[in-house]
């Protein structure tokens, strides 16, 4: 087991990189929801999540992120405490909503996804990238219940409430649709870092691999989450993302 620690601004983030992880699942997705899942998942998906840094870009300039093991501390930091944590748990309860066919409930999630953001940016990086998956979900994936759905929040879903839901819809288990979420949330970070420290595209790899156990965690822990007890401890990052919205020179937009 191996331990490294960065400072982000004025808070402390550790991270612990195990030697091995078990992921469990209780439902097995099909071939069909697969296939689904990974195109939705893949850096192709046009939701213009590589245009979003998640404050990484202010972190990175103000000398807090200098290379991988920082990364991998503040995208850590993200995941487990920050908006990952959020996300995670947003996902979850939106794919139960529309598996059971209960609108109000997903509805409710809605709301709380909104009200869960900590800047104007990130409230502009999930909404904007929700309303880009669903577009291109609904037109090149479609599922009456999702369109259903999106119709009631025109360009106000955030994308871990419109990808658990469609997840549901497309009979994507709900294990999956979590892990998966959180590790692409995790590599767009990543890919982000790599461009900004800058990194080679090894220690990004590197990176990307000691992330697993972190996200692992990260999706058990959204599954299980109370909506009512859930919250964030990441004020590091928020500061850097509200500092980002007045970064002098930007290639992100958040």
């Known amino acids: 087991m191996a331990s490294t620690t960065t400072i982000l601004g004025s808070a402390t983030a550790t991270t612990t990189i ?19 899942l990974l195109a939705w998942l893949s850096p192709a998906y046009p939701v213009g999540a590589y245009t979003y840094s998640h404050g990484l870009e202010m972190a990175v300039e103000d000398g807090a992120v200098r290379g991988r093991d ?82 009631r929040h025109p360009r106000r879903i955030p994308h871990a409430v419109a990808f658990g839901a469609a997840a549901a819809a497309h009979g994507v288990a709900l294990a999956d649709a979590a892990f998966g979420y959180l590790s692409a949330f995790a590599a767009n970070l990543v890919s982000a870092g790599v461009r900004l420290v800058p990194l080679g595209q090894t220690d990004g790899q590197k990176a990307t691999a000691a992330l697993l156990p972190v996200v692992a965690q990260a999706a058990q822990a959204a599954i299980a989450a109370d909506l009512d007890r859930i919250g964030t401890s990441c004020p590091a990052l928020d500061l850097f993302s509200i500092r980002h919205e007045t970064q002098y020179t930007r290639l992100f937009r958040s």
């Open 70 to 151: 920082d990364l991998v501390a503040y995208v850590t930091a993200a995941v487990r405490h920050g908006a990952g944590c959020i996300d995670g748990a947003l996902v979850a309860a939106a794919h139960r909503a529309m598996a059971r066919g209960h609108a109000k409930a997903l509805d409710d999630v809605v709301e709380l996804g909104a009200a869960w953001r900590g800047t104007a940016e990130t409230a502009l990086e999930a909404e904007a990238q929700g309303t880009a998956f669903l577009q291109v979900t609904l037109a090149a994936w479609p599922q009456p219940d999702l369109a259903t759905f999106a119709a």
């Open 18 to 36: 195990m030697a091995t992880t078990t992921i469990t699942t209780t439902t097995t997705t099909s071939t069909e929801a697969l296939y689904r």
